[in-house]
Nanobody, 115 residues
Framework: QVQLVESGGGLVQAGGSLRLSCAAS????????MAWYRQVPGKERELVAA???????NVADSVKGRFTIYRDNVKNTVYLQMSSLKPEDTAVYYC?????????WGKGTLVTVSS
């Protein structure tokens, strides 16, 4: 089994910064892609940023220039550095890992940005 544990969420004022972490443990052999998604009530979960083991990263247009994704392959951990946060960034942020074609999800961490 694979476990994903997210941390780093919380309450921040608009314009502030937060860093989310997601650590993968268990059967992580073959871990390739790791990504962050977010979801607000009543809306579909949306991709925020993703990275594969080769270092290629994609970031959604809505957060480009403000959010950065990076990973530590030794620790099997992916990070999401969020800056210049806006109230519309408020959501539950989920980590996803893809291991040999199987997707695993974390339980999510809440980010609340106050205006």
């Amino acid at each position: 089994q694979v476990q994903l544990v997210e941390s780093g969420g919380g309450l921040v004022q608009a314009g502030g910064s937060l860093r989310l972490s997601c650590a993968a443990s268990g059967r992580t052999f073959g871990l390739r892609a790791m990504a962050w998604y977010r979801q607000v009530p009543g809306k579909e979960r949306e991709l925020v940023a993703a990275t594969i083991s080769g270092g290629i990263a994609n970031v959604a247009d809505s957060v480009k220039g403000r959010f950065t994704i990076y990973r530590d392959n030794v620790k099997n951990t992916v990070y999401l550095q969020m800056s210049s946060l806006k109230p519309e960034d408020t959501a539950v942020y989920y980590c996803k890992a893809t291991i040999i074609g199987t997707e695993y999800w974390g339980k999510g961490t809440l980010v609340t940005v106050s205006s």
